[in-house]
């Protein structure tokens, strides 16, 4: 029998059955671990709220009840966990597990990994495409162990794969595992088959230094792709990690499993057909060495986005494909959230329609990944912003119910299904009580999907010329203005003809940063070449944290020097030479910086002005939403809450605590954001603070801790699971 809170706990579950049920087995068979859960109400709530959600992991769970332990000790991380943590954790499980036949082993790291990953997921922690590029990671992680235990094994038998040089040398052959579709533009959902290609440097023989002696390296990849395919796809007792599928190789079924570079350049040059290459948008490398797919996609992509692609042939192209879906999915039983009418994969093909229609003039809307692209595309306006706002909200919706489909037993369906029962039991768990009530939100969501997507793909005779040309008029409208305010600032005679270059490139397919440019001409110095690799950015602000500064004059060099690491960030986006994760990464790293000097310059203030004290000066930012989750984008603002030590005293006499770091506060937001003659940086939000708009800007830290223990609501709680120290705040804490 279940206890009253728990009972409680369960009559608010979508599945109240399915939660009861787990508990009873679990207290039957596991004593200790239900124990825990009783002791545990947070940890409580969130494995009742699994059971409720996902039979299938419910299962999981009470085959392996240690796994409530690892989860109360998982269950509060926030962000996207990266594909290096997820491998470091792989390879602390595989050696727990040594014991296990290493695709057993892979199949339950992945499947315990799934009941964090899906909890974040249901408490609504993470968006979807943060849910979709974990899960993604996760595999990455996965195909990079796999490929590692592969090689190794063939390494014993044949040595290392050769290859020889420009300078006829012989160095070690180069192997990638390539990602298509969904984990191509990591956007992978719980039960996906993963596309994979399997690709190398070139051909060449082994070493011979193992106990089988040489082979060719044709032979070596091929065995490679073999087992590594059998390490993660074999269906076993416990049911494969991932379904493989290699179709989309070149030559289809009948290719060879692996293929060096120049044998794949040459067949989509020759043979591929259009729906070939169009898979390759959503090309990048999962796991191996990333310079061959680097060498592959340098060699394919003018052959994917084609210079002289018509509109009409694109559409045409994508349309059949989508013809075809349509014949085969009419036997379906129920809506198809993926391929049904106004589905996912409409949306999909509505970005890349246009991706391909106008991806060989303009390399920015290339993106592989679905949102980004539509992001791309509103801003040159070939879907509008009312389309995008759309399509976002269709995605998000559709893909929240793709989920939940799949994860109710682990399978690889987009089905919802006609059954009154079930079909009620998905609307609870989208939040949704009635049928009708979801049935409702569902057309709504297909209906304006199916518009945009009949609007783009009922074009079929716009002349591309005219677009051409409209494209280069704006462009030319962009970037005169620029090179007026450069002719007129003192940079002029700086300028090389590779600072044009990069310039009018820069101008064309980042245009939200022309006025940017267009006010402060020095800061085409400081673009980099559009062959020029990233490098990591020491984002240095020294020269605006100098005590002996004015304050405007702190100001201005804040903002000057912020604007030179932001443009250079949007040119090696622009340049595809930062992935969207180091991106969003480095973004972060900037507001960061940024924080730590607009804090020094509130202190400095205060001590000309108030002679305040420096060394009791201690004014902490704690840092939520994206930039508590290291993924702060472009126009992303700053939620934070402001700090300070409560116990030691104020760094003014004449001031309380609360006066003083009041002021600092004001300070301090100021510097961030107030608009000058030299631009903006961020908007400050500090609504997340105690009390809200009716609380202090900032607050002593003990006050924050009794506020959070004794009035803090539930939405409060989760809004600070991203919750973070920046700068020297952890000393606070």
């Known amino acids: 029998m279940t206890n009253k809170t728990i ?217 490679l792709s073999q087992i590594l395919t059998k390490n993660i796809g074999r269906q076993i007792g416990e049911g494969a990690a991932y379904r493989v599928d290699l179709r989309l190789r070149p030559n289809g079924r009948v290719g060879a499993l692996a293929i060096s570079i120049n044998d794949a350049v040459n067949y989509y040059k020759t043979s591929a057909r259009m729906w070939e290459k169009q898979v390759l948008i959503r090309s990048r490398p999962a796991a191996g060495d990333e310079e061959v797919f680097h060498e592959f996609a340098e060699k394919t992509t003018p052959l994917v986005f084609a210079p002289d692609a018509t509109v009409a042939d694109a559409l045409n192209n994508v349309r059949r494909s989508k013809e075809q879906i349509d014949i085969e999915k009419i036997s379906k039983y129920g809506f198809d959230v993926k391929l049904g009418i106004g589905g996912i994969r409409e949306i999909e093909f509505i970005a890349q329609a246009l991706q391909l229609a106008f991806g060989g003039k303009d390399p920015w809307i290339r993106a592989p990944h679905t949102l980004i692209s539509l992001s791309r595309l509103a801003d040159r306006r070939l879907i509008t912003e009312n389309e995008l706002t759309e399509l976002y909200d269709a995605y998000y919706f559709l893909r929240r119910v793709e989920h939940i489909v799949q994860m109710e037993h682990g399978l690889q369906t987009h089905l919802v299904p006609d059954d009154p ?144 690491y932001m443009i250079r960030l949007a040119a090696f986006d622009l340049y595809e030479k930062i992935p969207l994760a180091e991106l969003k990464s480095q973004q972060t790293s900037l507001a960061e910086a940024s924080i730590k000097a607009a804090v020094k310059i509130s202190r400095n203030k205060l001590h000309k002005d108030l002679g305040a004290s420096l060394e009791d000066f201690d004014l902490g930012v704690l840092g939520l939403g994206k930039l508590g989750g290291n993924g702060m984008d472009y126009g992303s603002d700053l939620d934070l809450v402001l700090i300070y030590d409560d116990e030691k005293p104020s760094p003014v006499a004449d001031l309380t605590r609360k006066q003083f770091y009041s002021k600092a506060a004001e300070i301090f937001v100021t510097a961030l954001s107030s608009l000058t003659r030299d631009g903006t940086l961020y908007r400050v939000d500090l609504r997340l603070r105690p009390d809200g708009k009716n609380g202090p800007t900032a607050i002593g830290k003990n006050a924050l801790m009794n506020y959070l223990g004794s009035r803090a609501a539930i939405w409060e709680w989760l809004a600070y699971v991203k919750l973070r120290g920046i700068g020297d705040a952890d000393s606070l804490a």
């Not at 304006?448 to 040309?469: A, L, M, P, W």
């Not at 203005?481 to 270059?501: A, C, F, G, R, Y």
């Not at 006025?515 to 690799?533: F, G, I």
Request: glycine fraction near 4%.
């Open 421 to 564: 029962e079930k079909r009620l039991l998905i609307s609870k768990r989208m939040g949704i009580s009635t049928i009708a009530s979801f049935d409702r939100e569902l057309k709504l969501r297909t209906d304006r999907v199916n518009r945009v997507f009949t609007r783009v793909f009922g074009q079929e005779y716009i002349d591309s010329q005219q677009n051409s040309q409209d494209i280069h008029e704006s462009v030319e409208s962009v970037i005169e203005p620029i090179l007026t305010s450069i002719e007129k600032s003192h940079v002029d005679h700086l300028l090389s003809d590779e600072n044009i270059d990069a310039l009018r490139y820069f101008s064309e397919n980042a245009k939200p940063f022309a006025e940017m440019l267009t006010s402060n001409p020095e800061l085409v110095l400081a673009l980099p070449k559009p062959d020029e690799n990233f490098s990591d950015i020491d984002f240095d602000f020294e020269c605006a944290e100098k005590i002996e500064n004015e304050y405007a004059f702190e100001l201005a060099n804040l903002r000057r020097k912020w604007a030179q």
């Open 7 to 223: 009972e409680k706990l369960i009559k608010n579950l979508p599945d109240e059955d399915a939660a009861r049920r787990f508990y009873e087995t679990l207290l039957k068979d596991s004593p200790s671990a239900a124990k825990k859960l009783e002791k545990n109400e947070g940890l409580q709530s969130d494995v009742l709220t699994i059971a409720s959600y996902s039979p299938l992991l419910a299962t999981t769970i009470l085959q392996n009840p240690n796994y409530i332990s690892w989860l109360d000790r998982h269950r509060k991380l926030s962000g996207v966990t990266p594909k290096d943590e997820l491998f470091e954790s792989l390879a602390r499980f595989a050696l727990t597990n040594s014991q296990l036949d290493p695709g057993i082993m892979i199949s339950r790291f992945r499947r315990r990994e799934l009941i964090r990953i899906y909890l974040k997921d249901i408490r609504g922690l993470c968006t979807i495409a943060e849910i979709t590029e974990e899960i993604s990671n996760l595999a990455d992680a996965i195909l990079e162990y796999a490929l590692q235990i592969s090689r190794q094994e063939l390494d014993n038998k044949f040595g290392v794969p050769l290859e020889v040089d420009e300078r006829s040398k012989s160095t070690p052959a180069k192997f990638c595992v390539v990602a298509l579709g969904k984990l191509g533009s990591k956007e992978l959902n719980y039960s996906s088959d993963i596309d994979l290609v399997f690709i190398y440097s070139n051909d060449g023989t082994t070493s011979g230094h193992g106990s089988r002696g040489k082979t060719s390296n044709r032979e070596y990849f091929i065995k």
